[in-house]
């Protein structure tokens, strides 16, 4: 399937849609006209509520990479997760350590395409949406896709990721 993917497309964003099309997702990585580093940002472009927007972070979980696919809307409490995931300490992760363990930028991480599969939590208030928007690989590309579909192909855990 990767034949069908656009070469124009930034290389992450090629990692990311190949990723997708293997795991049979219709929503195509798309081309945004200016970067979108936070969900804010997304969210205007895109004119979509904030909580429309899948938020792909990544921690320090006792140094084991943790991807936390959040919605736009809420914040990641580094204690629930750290009580989810049984670690002594979650922490945001280094720009160096998400590239290392992701091969994309933050501010464009995506939920796949990663050199290796990475634990996932899922946040449930994405749940809250029919559609939601997620980073493909690189600031300027994203993708459409649901909470469902964002469990199945990333084969992570549905969670409550905030404290409030």
Avoid at 36 to 63: H, Q, Y
Avoid at 106 to 121: A, F, L, M, R
């Amino acid at each position: 399937m990767t034949e069908d993917i656009r070469p124009t497309l930034h290389p992450n964003a090629q990692k990311v849609a190949a990723a997708l099309a293997a795991m049979d997702v219709r929503g195509e990585v798309r081309e945004l006209n200016d970067a979108a580093r936070t969900a804010e940002e997304a969210a205007a472009l895109l004119d979509i509520e904030v909580g429309a927007v899948c938020n792909s972070l990544i921690f320090d979980a006792d140094g084991a990479p943790l991807l936390v696919l959040t919605s736009g809307a809420h914040r990641a409490d580094t204690a629930v997760l750290a009580t989810l995931t049984g670690s002594a300490q979650v922490r945001r992760a280094t720009p160096d350590f998400v590239r290392t363990v992701t091969g994309q930028p933050i501010g464009g991480v995506s939920p796949v395409g990663h050199p290796t599969p990475i634990h996932t939590i899922v946040d449930i208030s994405l749940n809250d949406h029919e559609a939601v928007w997620a980073a493909g690989g690189h600031p300027h590309y994203v993708f459409p896709t649901t909470y469902a579909e964002l469990l199945r192909i990333t084969g992570g855990t549905a969670a409550v990721v905030s404290s409030t």
